[in-house]
């Protein structure tokens, strides 16, 4: 519970112009948020993450890239829609989700949010799959960012490409 937060408007984000205090015990908190920054280090480093020319790298295992490859094959063209891009990216998480005990599973959560101002392409090659994200540039519009989010313990990791 956290007291004084002035909640406003329906914004995910908010600026706080004052203090506020956490009504909750510290050591629960630095637990979990503890065994969040170990699942997220987990996650970089088995997919070894890694930017290239302005591109986020996902390195997987044949065995992954090979099922999601498949998945990705049943798509009807190279031009993808939102339930495309979703059940690519739930899928990456499903793979690296299936690695931890059901208890772990139970309290991790993966959630996309794309603005319909946004076109993808799929480029599939032999050891690789590409999508690229466009952003149609409107002005006077909050809040086009792409946010693709992985959360454990309540705390969340979002990727927000630029």
């Given amino acids: 519970m956290i007291e004084n937060l002035p909640l406003q408007n329906?914004?995910?984000?908010?600026?706080?112009?004052?203090?506020?205090?956490?009504l909750m015990e510290k050591e629960p908190v630095d637990r979990?948020?503890?065994q969040f920054s170990e699942l997220i280090m987990d996650f970089w480093h088995y997919y070894k993450l890694e930017t290239f020319n302005d591109?986020?790298?996902?390195?997987?295992?044949?065995?992954?890239?090979?099922?999601?490859?498949?998945t990705i094959d049943s798509f009807a063209s190279e031009r993808l829609e939102f339930s495309n891009?979703?059940?690519?990216?739930s899928s990456i998480f499903d793979y690296f989700n299936k690695r931890r005990t059901a208890t772990i599973?139970?309290?991790?959560?993966?959630s996309i949010w794309l603005p319909e101002l946004h076109t993808f392409n799929l480029v599939k090659k032999s050891n690789s799959i590409i999508i690229e994200w466009f952003r149609?540039?409107?002005?006077n519009v909050e809040n086009l960012q792409i946010k693709i989010n992985f959360g454990y313990n309540n705390f969340g990791y979002?990727?927000?490409?630029?």
Avoid: C, G, R, W
């Fill in 136 to 139: 149609k540039k409107v002005e």
């Fill in 10 to 22: 329906d914004k995910s984000e908010i600026v706080l112009k004052k203090p506020f205090k956490i």
């Fill in 32 to 34: 979990k948020l503890t």
């Fill in 85 to 89: 891009i979703e059940l690519i990216f």
């Fill in 158 to 162: 979002s990727f927000v490409p630029v």
């Fill in 105 to 110: 599973i139970a309290d991790t959560h993966f």
């Fill in 55 to 70: 591109k986020l790298v996902f390195h997987m295992s044949q065995v992954n890239f090979n099922a999601l490859k498949q």
